[in-house]
Antibody
């Protein structure tokens, strides 16, 4: 099970931290990802992180603004988002997998608006 | 980036119909192709990986085929619970990219 939290309304230029609590599988041996979905842009992969946190990858549009991280001791995944823009508004899903997205959380809504 | 183009964007079909959705990649992805199903208000769910391998528990009426740049998802006999939006996605390279989706509606 993957349960996201931390979404909400934030002004342009603001910051937000999303969290994901994982259970029911061996978190420490799984690549993890964030995928977002907005009405205008459909599904968009945002970032992923290797099992031990040593490698991370980002879509170009969020590089330098978003940081994905994990705490294997707490079975948790995070996405720190800074310098948020209107186009970052979306439902953000925590997803098990680095390329094969085999389990998804229910999503958390991020709205960037003044 | 690899662009994924799905067609059609929507279709209307009846229960029992055979439905085919196509997905084309802008360059070869061999068989690094996945299909997802999404119902309204829910997260996507993985149906097929590696172009043709059904995820455990997915009904056998779903099948996938293709390699290189052209892929298809087929539902052999559409059931009421299959009305949803279907997405393809490539995991051949970064960034991972999705098609825009095909909405399957009731005729």
């Amino acid at each position: 099970q993957l349960v996201e939290s931390g979404g909400g309304l934030v002004q342009p230029g603001g910051s937000l931290r999303l969290s994901c609590a994982a259970s029911g599988f061996t978190f420490s041996t799984s690549w993890m990802s964030w995928v977002r979905q907005s009405p205008g842009k459909g599904l968009e992969w945002v970032a992923n992180i290797k099992q031990d946190g040593s490698d991370t990858y980002y879509v170009d549009s969020v590089k330098g603004r978003f940081t994905i991280s994990r705490d294997n001791a707490k079975n948790s995944l995070s996405l720190q988002m800074k310098s948020l823009r209107a186009e970052d508004s979306a439902v953000y899903y925590c997803v098990k997998g680095g390329g094969v997205f085999d389990y998804w959380g229910q999503g958390t809504l991020v709205t960037v608006s003044s | 980036d690899i662009q994924m183009t799905q067609s059609p964007s929507s279709l209307s079909a009846s229960v029992g119909d055979r439905v085919t959705i196509t997905c084309r990649a802008s360059q070869s992805i061999t068989t690094y192709l996945l299909w997802y199903q999404q119902k309204p208000g829910k997260a996507p769910e993985l149906l097929i990986h590696a172009a043709s391998n059904l995820k455990s528990g997915v009904p056998s009426r779903f099948s996938g085929s293709g390699s290189g740049t052209d892929f298809t998802l087929t539902i052999s006999s559409l059931q009421p619970e299959d009305f949803a939006t279907y997405y393809c996605q490539q995991n051949s390279s970064f960034p991972r990219t999705f098609g825009r989706g095909t909405r399957v509606e009731i005729k």
